[in-house]
């Protein structure tokens, strides 16, 4: 550089320098009028803003996060439900790099339709050496039954159960939403929480089971918010039988579902580690580290292009990763299937083996630490999360709010807010609502997954499972349902429009044809009328629209085409489009749900 004539040192010396004001300006002369807020920032589903720029927080410091150094839990679901079976994958599973187990029970909150019954547990761990691995329980109402056979395991080996680290995951209200539980009375999860407390076990005692508010649509203040006020009331019931509770504050699980979403993610578990302390000091316990389970989101996983669901669980890893849970659990890309096989479970705990042997990112302690972005956004979720987490307690604590219906109509509007941007593609998926693939082969699973209907107060969710009803219905008929795209003009006036009407019929499983262009209505309405299809959809420019489209209609009824669509809004022709024949306008923000049930119904599907 310096045989340039350049000062390696001081690049940037030739340039005044520029504050947040000078970008201010840049950017308004760039909007040309548009609203600031509107084009640039974005509300939250917990209600606060998304800024476009952020300055570094210079004062912040690194969050405490993994007690124990080194990488984190790696865990792997064991759910087959014939107990030999699930013995060989578990022994497959450690011996690929797993180090942590999660025993699901058929009556376990992350089930998924799998799972057994706690008297199988002694073959389902034919092999394993539970002094070597962190299990943690997933087992509901079972929970007490799973942790005595457990035990008599440990006394059968002559193993010291304080040697074995054992997570009892045990959160009734949660399986009380999720699974349709009796209702927990304070004195009975006392008394069962000191009824496992006594075998003995090293690992955590009290749970807040988040994913029951995640699983059901519920927004991640709502998750952290519950998960607080579930440990409070267990703290609470524990008290109450005679539990220490400075004891079983340092013996506090969390787990917490993590979704695509990276940088919200990675505020999610920051936050609920603030939570957590300000929960210790206002109840004048001594500080003690929360130990967080991640696991990979149930409502992001697609059965539509289950491949996809690679990339979802990755970024969540990372997130849960960066964020700095103590354990990560990936639910296998083909879980929405069925019962995933050895490879799908192999590529679940490569994907951590890659990101932490190869990646490290278990190294740096909080690498999210001084990002102005980050740490607004983890201040923002622990503030609003903290306003639930107080009604909660205004209301009686957790189990009132939960079992007077306060909580679930929260979490139920969450879904019902969730459902309607999904409809909108307000929130893309990819591989479903967007990019959909109809001639995507299904990979193999182990049995497929059981009919679920919807159960407990807060069922759980996919949000894919809304367009997979659609391509259902595309896949179980006789002949594909295919649309023709009339197209108007040359390729260029008319592509755009007829990609983004072909792929949002193909997110209902619909086929379709795209016409050869031209402004001869009456040629395109006999390629229409030859293709057999009962659908037409017009494709085009709007300037094209103005001279063509209204005689495209007419010409398309004439022929005998039943339904006429139009891609794009109808904009000052409207009237007379409908007028000539146009029953829908599809375009950017439309109803894509809405759209494919009538388009089925033009199919006769």
């Known amino acids: 550089m310096s045989a340039l004539g350049l000062d390696a040192g001081n690049l ?38 998304i800024q476009p ?20 839990t790696l865990s792997q679901r064991v759910d087959h439900p014939h107990d030999s079976d699930a013995a060989h994958l578990a022994l497959a599973d450690l011996e690929g790099g797993a180090d942590g187990l999660v025993l699901v029970g058929k009556a376990g909150v992350g089930a998924r339709g799998f799972g057994a019954a706690p008297s199988a547990l002694a073959t389902r761990l034919d092999g394993v050496m539970p002094e ?28 010291d159960a304080g040697v074995l680290s054992v997570d009892f995951g045990f959160d ?21 929480l000191a009824d496992l407390s006594r075998h003995g076990f090293a690992g955590t005692l009290i749970t807040g089971d988040g994913r029951a508010v995640h699983d059901a649509g519920g927004t991640p203040a709502q998750e952290l918010a519950y998960v607080l006020a579930t440990l409070v009331e267990a703290l609470r019931a524990g008290g109450k039988a005679g539990l220490d509770m400075a004891d079983m504050s340092g013996r506090a699980l969390a787990i917490l579902s993590a979704d695509a979403d990276i940088f919200p993610g990675i505020a999610k578990l920051r936050a609920m580690r603030l939570l957590w302390a300000r929960v210790l000091d206002a109840s004048s316990l001594p500080e003690a580290p929360l130990r967080i389970e991640a696991e990979t989101a149930w409502r992001m996983m697609s059965r539509a292009d289950p491949y996809v669901n690679l990339l979802r669980v990755t970024a969540a890893v990372s997130a849960a990763g960066l964020g700095g849970a103590d354990g990560v659990t990936v639910l296998p890309h083909t879980l929405a299937l069925g019962l995933p096989d050895g490879f799908a479970r192999r590529v679940a705990r490569n994907i951590q083996n890659v990101l932490t042997g190869e990646s490290n990112l278990y190294r740096v302690a909080d690498p999210a630490g001084g990002s102005g972005y980050i740490e607004a956004v983890t201040q923002e979720m622990a503030e609003a999360a903290w306003k639930l987490f107080q009604r909660i307690e205004a209301e009686g604590g957790a189990i009132a709010a939960m079992t007077s219906d306060s909580f679930p109509k929260q979490v139920a509007e969450a879904r019902a807010a969730l459902e309607k941007d999904i409809a909108r593609r307000k929130v893309p998926l990819t591989g479903v ?76 499983g619909i086929a379709a044809k795209t016409g050869d262009g031209g402004t001869d209505a009456a040629e395109i309405a006999s390629a229409a009328l030859q293709s057999g299809s009962k659908l037409a959809v017009i494709c085009s420019s709007d300037a094209l629209y103005a001279d063509h489209a209204v ?31 146009v029953t829908r306008f599809i375009y950017a923000g439309c109803d894509i749900l809405e759209m494919l049930d009538a388009a089925h119904a033009a199919f006769g599907g």
Do not use: C, H
């Not at 720029?53 to 984190?72: D, H, I, M, N, S």
């Not at 009734?172 to 006392?190: D, F, I, Q, R």
């Not at 299904?442 to 009919?451: D, G, I, N, Q």
């Open 132 to 159: 070597l691995v962190r299990i943690r329980l997933d087992a509901g109402t079972d929970t007490s039954d799973l942790a005595a056979e457990l035990a008599g395991i440990a006394a059968r080996r002559g193993d």
């Open 433 to 508: 609502s967007e990019f959909p693939n109809i001639a995507e082969k299904t990979p193999a699973v182990l049995m497929p997954a059981p009919e679920a209907g919807e159960t407990g107060l807060m069922p759980a969710m996919r949000v894919a499972a809304l367009f997979e009803a659609f391509r259902d219905r595309a896949d179980a008929a006789k002949d594909r349902p295919t649309a023709f795209l009339a197209a108007i003009g040359n390729v260029p006036d008319f592509n755009a429009r007829a990609m983004f009407a072909a792929n949002a019929l193909a997110a209902g």
């Open 53 to 72: 720029l952020y300055p570094q927080t210079v004062e912040a410091k690194a969050r405490p996060a993994r007690a124990a150094a080194g990488p984190w």
């Open 551 to 581: 005689a495209l209609v007419t010409a398309l009824k004439s022929a005998g085409v039943s339904e006429v669509w139009l891609a794009g809004r109808g904009g000052e022709q409207e009237a007379a489009l409908k007028g000539a024949g």
């Open 12 to 49: 940037a010396g030739g340039f005044s320098p520029a504050g947040e004001q000078d970008w201010r300006a840049a950017v308004e002369k760039a909007l040309k009028g548009a609203d600031f807020d509107k084009v640039l920032t974005k509300t939250t589903r917990d209600g606060y803003k």
């Open 172 to 192: 009734p209200l949660a399986a009380y939403a999720a699974t349709g539980a009796t209702a927990p009375a304070l004195e009975s999860w006392g008394k069962e």
